[in-house]
């Protein structure tokens, strides 16, 4: 929690500081509907939502470019179940299922291309990858050993939208794990990689 206030901090001085045309702060949540994939065919994930929120800013750019960067808190579950070893196609742990919660400071740092339809409205499309920092439990037990997430991750971003009223934007976006997202340290060394979908929206001053 730390970090995200001191990252908040950053984001405003630096807002406040410049005054040239073409930046803008604001603020963006939204949901995430996290799918957990893994290394080896023996646990099982279902799709879960969480949420995201926290300032974001973005810089326009002649031709129709921009950035925009956030720092978010981000909070992502997963429900884990046994699976099935393919050579043996039988069931190796037969449980319920639990629930990971990762919560976290998110930075996404895309490259935006604007193409505006009116004065009023336009379409967006955005790329780039995201830094995640893990901001609570790393180390999880379960049924299956133990869940271990990585100090930090690194995800790329692949989004697109709609901005209205020179101040709301309305966005989807799939958040593709590059790299491990944790693992399971005493449980046949799976790895997990954690993709999710997020819904957005962000209002700009």
């Known amino acids: 929690m730390k970090k995200f206030l001191l990252l908040v901090v950053c984001l405003a001085a630096m807002t406040t500081s410049v005054q040239a045309q073409g930046i803008k702060f604001g603020v963006k949540g939204g949901l995430n509907i996290t799918k957990m994939s893994f290394s080896k065919d023996v646990v099982k994930s279902d799709n879960k939502t969480g949420f995201f929120v926290g300032p974001t800013f973005k810089i326009s750019l002649p031709a129709g470019f921009g950035v925009d ?13 046994g699976g099935y070893k393919e050579e043996e196609s039988k069931v190796i742990v037969n449980t319920d299922g639990e629930t990971i919660k990762q919560k976290s400071i998110q930075v996404p740092v895309n490259l935006r291309y604007s193409i505006g339809l009116s004065s009023l409205a ?4 955005a790329l780039g990858p995201q830094f995640g920092f893990p901001v609570a439990d790393k180390v999880f037990d379960t049924d299956f050993g133990e869940y271990r997430l990585k100090d930090a991750n690194l995800s790329i971003n692949f989004g ?17 794990a590059a790299g491990k997202s944790g693992e399971f340290k005493n449980w046949n060394d799976v790895d997990t990689h954690n993709h999710a979908w997020q819904i957005s929206a962000a209002y700009y001053f």
């Open 122 to 125: 336009g379409l967006y499309f």
């Open 69 to 81: 960067i956030a720092a978010l808190y981000d909070e992502r579950s997963a429900d884990v179940t």
């Open 160 to 176: 697109a939208g709609v901005y209205m009223l020179g101040h709301l934007e309305i966005g989807v976006t799939y958040n593709l």
